[in-house]
């Protein structure tokens, strides 16, 4: 298995609060991304990073900002979290960025947002 | 952007029976195609890719996967069913951008083995 992973595995916090998701790798690859699943939604990419400070917006980074200091983790930080991001998040590491390389994903977050 | 469409959100085989998860993509370009499986409580667990060659692609566990460009499909199989095959599969498409590649994911078939 891959060398990610995420903690905390599971938070329940309140509307408007802060919240820092990270997720560690040691396999020492270039790119991290972000995703949210959701029933009916499948996985759906929230922002990603090419390298150390290089990131990018997947589909649905509204609400969300990450940062990249180290090769080896990837933060996630919504601002001021709301009810609808209540959701299971995931952090994947990719050796390359061209499209034949897959994704090895991490074991997962449950965020509760009440 | 590229969508992926995954028919039937949920499928009931019996034990020994074939298995046959269904994918549909769009895509102008020659597409990188990919099926994940998710156990309960767990992350995806990469199946099989299709990159180039080959169209019929193995994968693990007995999987297999057949890509058909005219069809623009990518079913995934397997001849002989499991109790340990119930999960969660999710098929995938790459996009390369310029600053790598993105994917999308279909929303997911549930399989359920009947003993």
């Known amino acids: 298995d891959a060398g990610i992973t995420q903690s905390p595995r599971h938070k329940v916090t309140e509307t408007g609060t802060p919240v820092t998701l990270r997720c560690h790798q040691t396999e020492n690859h270039r790119y991290m991304y972000w995703y949210r699943q959701d029933p009916g939604h499948g996985l759906r990419l929230i922002h990603y990073?090419?390298?150390?400070?290089?990131?990018d917006k997947g589909e649905v980074s509204d609400g969300y900002s990450v940062s990249r200091s180290k090769t080896e983790d990837f933060l996630l930080t919504l601002e001021s979290a709301t009810s609808s991001q209540t959701s299971v998040y995931f952090c994947?590491?990719?050796?390359?960025?061209?499209?034949?390389?897959?994704?090895?994903f991490g074991p997962g977050t449950r965020l509760t947002v009440t | 952007a590229q969508s992926v469409t995954q028919l039937g959100s949920h499928v009931s085989v019996s034990e020994g029976a074939l298995v046959l998860l269904r994918c549909n993509y769009s895509s102008s370009v020659p597409p990188y195609l990919f099926w994940y499986v998710q156990y309960p409580n767990q992350g995806l667990q990469l199946l099989l890719k299709y990159t180039t060659g080959a169209t019929l692609v193995k994968g693990i566990n007995g999987f297999e996967a057949e890509f058909k460009k005219s069809e623009t499909s990518f079913h995934l199989t397997k001849p002989s069913a499991h109790m340990s095959d119930a999960a969660e599969y999710f098929c995938a498409v790459s996009e390369l951008r310029n600053t790598g590649n993105q994917f999308y994911f279909g929303t997911g078939t549930s399989l359920t083995v009947i003993p």
């Open positions: 990073s090419y390298g150390v400070k290089d990131t």
């Open positions: 994947a590491i990719s050796e390359g960025g061209q499209g034949r390389y897959e994704q090895y």
